[in-house]
Structures are given as structure tokens and as C-alpha cells.
């Protein structure tokens, strides 16, 4: 290799190159743990796991992004500092959702302090009245195993009767009552 | 054995013939030029990460709010269609990332192809995207209010489920802008997959010199990682 210089002075492995060069086994094998684990996923969306299946079905991602990021983006053998670039846009993202998750939380909370009452969704009118209209529209799309809409519409109504008798004041909202 | 270039002069330090061609005369030595395009890389990733959070966020507050609707409109989504795209767009960012070995060890023919590959993959993406987006948009589920509730519910009643309550449209805007601008970043992908792939055919990447099949790579792997997020989010919600 050729000597060089920098500034006027002789400088070694200018044009080293520093990068790590994985073999391509290392990418294989990181390939078939990402299908692995894209069955995984697929495969537990069927098994009706309920309010688990968000947390399983994020911790199979996590697993999966760290996966690329380490070995496909290289982080594992790159500069530290592109690492720190990226976990602290990590930390920006979860200094994002937490706040913006405390002020939806405690909103509530706060207007019914202040005495502000908001007309906020009042369970669903206009969508009920799509919904009627649809009904009224197809009544031969009546499908077997599936509740009738209408028969649902009339728990709803039923529901909403009950829950007004409980006292509680969204079901009871002015224009709901029959 | 060459001389020390005189004080004052213009150009690089380094002498010529020991760098690669695109080596820019700001730089002291080849090496810093290389880390800092993948240092604004990486910070470009980051901004890309925040942009993609917002829209992530505004899923998890409809979640958080509607929860029977989210998981009812999701039904609807084809979780094979959507397993197929991620299988896909998982072995393009496998092709891609050979693609940047390829470079790194100086291998031209493999380099090339394996660019091909991943291109032929991000179009297969694009596919399977207009075969599921044509088949929302013929039974009138577009995103917020052009959304079709009545065209909508018979497909929900023929599908066999109840029509969902709350605010369906609401759901498919999310997934409309979601799956979309993630859809714009692989059409983008694809335009800078080709520049590479041009650039690669007149040989002018090699172990010295990388950096731009490096930073695609790097793109492009992120738009895989959106949508490792993306999948499990919008079509495998229960």
C-alpha cells in the first residue's frame, strides 16, 4: 500500500476499510429467524389469546426489528454512535406516546373539574342510523350464525335503557331516550 | 513512495490513486467521507422513524378509544395477502443486505443481481398492495369520509361478520394513510434501488467504495421494519 499523507504528515489505513463484512450464513440464518417468527406471529393471530394477543404480538416485532437492525443495518458491528442516534430517536418516539397518552388519560378528569362538557360521541348515531338505513336496504343479507343487526340495534336500545336506569349519564344523553 | 503535497494546495491530502474516484476534496480521508453520509443517514432514519410514530400513535389513542371497532375492521383486512407481503419485503431486505456484501467483498455480478432481486421483490410488494387496495376500493371502503357505508356493510355482511359498529371509516383512514405512505416509501425505494442498480452496471461501487449501496441498504431496511410494525398491527389484531 502506497503511503499517504494527511496535512503533510504520513498516515496508516486511510483507505482500510473498517467495515465488518458478515459472512452470508450470518444473513441466512438471520432471514429464517424472521420467517420463524412472521409464522409465529400469523399462526397466534388465530388463536384468539384476547387482550394478550397486542403485548405477544408487539414482542414478536421487537424481536424481529432488533433482528434487521442488528444484522441487516449492521448496528452490531457499526459505530456506537449510529446506534446512539438511533435509540435516542427510540426515546423520543416513547417521550411522544407517554405524554400524549397522560393527556388523553387524565382529560376527562380535568374537564370535570373545570365544570366543560363536551358533546362528544354519544354512542353512535349517526352510525346507528347508517345502520338502519342498511338494514332497511338489504334485508335478505341475513347471514346464519351471524345476529341480525336489527336484533343487535334493539340490545343496543335495551343496553342503553338499562344503563340510563343505572344513571349513567352518556346513555342518558338528551336525543337517545325514546 | 510519494512526495508530501505542498501546504495551501486545493484537493484532497490523501494522494488520488489511493482513494476511489468519488472521493470529494472536503474530506480529509475516504473513511470520514463514508462516515459521515452514513452518519446523516442514520439521522435521516431518525426523522423517518418520528414521522411514521405520529401515525402509529393516532392508531394506538383509535385502539385505545374504539376497540371493538379496530378489531372488527381488521377482520376485514386479508391476513394471507398481508403474510405474503411480509414474507416478501423480509427476502428483499435479505437480497439487499447480500446486495451491500457483495459490495463490501468486491463480487460485480453478484452485486448486480442481487439488486435485480430486490427490486423484482419491492415490485411484487407494490403488487400484492394494488391487488388488496382494489379489492377495499370495489366494495366502498376508502379511507375517511369517502368511505361507503352502505357498499361497505353488505361486503362486511357477506363476509359473514356484523357490520361494525363505531366509526369503521375512521380505522380504514388510518390504514389508508399507514399502508400509503409506507407504500410511497417503497415506490421511492424502488426509484433509488434503480439509480444504485445503474450506478452498480458501470462499476462503480467496490470494497473501497460503498457508501450509497450502504445507505439505500440502510432506507430500505427501514421500510422493512415499518412494516414488521405495520402487519401484526393493522391485519393481525384480535
Known sequence: ?178 | MTSPPAHGTHGPDVEHDAAHPFFQHHYNTPGQQAAAAKLGMWVFLGTEILMFSGLFLAYFIVRMFYPEMVLGSGELLDKTWGGVNTVVLLTSSFTMAMAVRSAQVGDQAKLVRNLIFTIFFALCFMVVKYIEYSGKFSHGIFPGKYFDYERAAQYMIEHGHEPVMGLPHIFFGLYFCMTGLHGVHVLVGIGVLLWILMRAKKGQFGPTYFTPVENVGLYWHLVDLVWIFLFPLLYLVK
Not at chain 1, 66 to 75: G, K, Q, S
Not at chain 1, 114 to 120: G, L
Not at chain 1, 125 to 144: F, G, M, T
Open chain 1, 1 to 178: 500500500m502506497a503511503k499517504t499523507y494527511l496535512h503533510g504528515k504520513p498516515v496508516e489505513g486511510v483507505i482500510e476499510v473498517h467495515e465488518h463484512v458478515s459472512p452470508a450464513s450470518s444473513y441466512v440464518k438471520v432471514l429464517s429467524a424472521l420467517f420463524v417468527l412472521t409464522g409465529i406471529t400469523y399462526a397466534v393471530s388465530f388463536a384468539n389469546l384476547g387482550p394478550a394477543s397486542l403485548p405477544v404480538a408487539m414482542v414478536v416485532a421487537l424481536i424481529k426489528a432488533t433482528l434487521v437492525c442488528m444484522y441487516f443495518m449492521h448496528l452490531r458491528y457499526d459505530d456506537r454512535y449510529h446506534v446512539f442516534v438511533f435509540l435516542s430517536t427510540i426515546i423520543f418516539v416513547a417521550i411522544f406516546f407517554t405524554f400524549t397518552m397522560f393527556d388523553l388519560v387524565s382529560r376527562p378528569r380535568l374537564n370535570e373539574e373545570q365544570d366543560t362538557f363536551f358533546r362528544v360521541h354519544q354512542g353512535g348515531d349517526w352510525n346507528d342510523a347508517q345502520r338502519a338505513k342498511n338494514i332497511d336496504k338489504y334485508p335478505a343479507l341475513e347471514v346464519p350464525g351471524v345476529p341480525h343487526a336489527a336484533d343487535a340495534k334493539a340490545d343496543a336500545k335495551a343496553d342503553a335503557k338499562a344503563d340510563a336506569k343505572a344513571g349513567d349519564a352518556k346513555a342518558a344523553a338528551p336525543g337517545k331516550a325514546p
